[in-house]
Nanobody
Framework: QVHLVESGGGLVRPGGSLRLSCAAS????????MTWYRQAEGKEREMVAR????????QYSDPVKGRFTISRDNAKKMVYLQMNDLKVEDSAMYYC????????WGQGTQVTVSS
């Protein structure tokens, strides 16, 4: 059974940093693309960052490019999102996703950026 568990969210001041983690289980982690999404209150869920099975291949949405870094540890079955220079508009619930036969999502971790 596919299971994704996000952690690492919290309250941080503008300009601060957080590192989100997503623990995966129930599938061959190293064979799948992993993606971070976020959903702010009242807004649609949007892709934030994606990492391919070749770990040097990554994609970022324009709002986070240069500030966020996605990485993965295949041995630990973990995917990370290092978020630097956080802005108020980064506040959202953050989710990780994997697509096997269907989309699988974690429960999310809340990030709040506020002074």
């Amino acid at each position: 059974q596919v299971h994704l568990v996000e952690s690492g969210g919290g309250l941080v001041r503008p300009g601060g940093s957080l590192r989100l983690s997503c623990a995966a289980s129930g599938f061959s982690f190293e064979d799948y693309v992993m993606t971070w999404y976020r959903q702010a209150e009242g807004k649609e869920r949007e892709m934030v960052a994606r990492i391919f099975t070749v770990q040097t291949m990554t994609q970022y949405s324009d709002p986070v490019k240069g500030r966020f870094t996605i990485s993965r540890d295949n041995a630990k079955k973990m995917v990370y999102l290092q978020m630097n220079d956080l802005k108020v508009e980064d506040s959202a619930m953050y989710y990780c996703k994997v697509v096997l036969n269907k989309e699988h999502w974690g429960q999310g971790t809340q990030v709040t950026v506020s002074s």
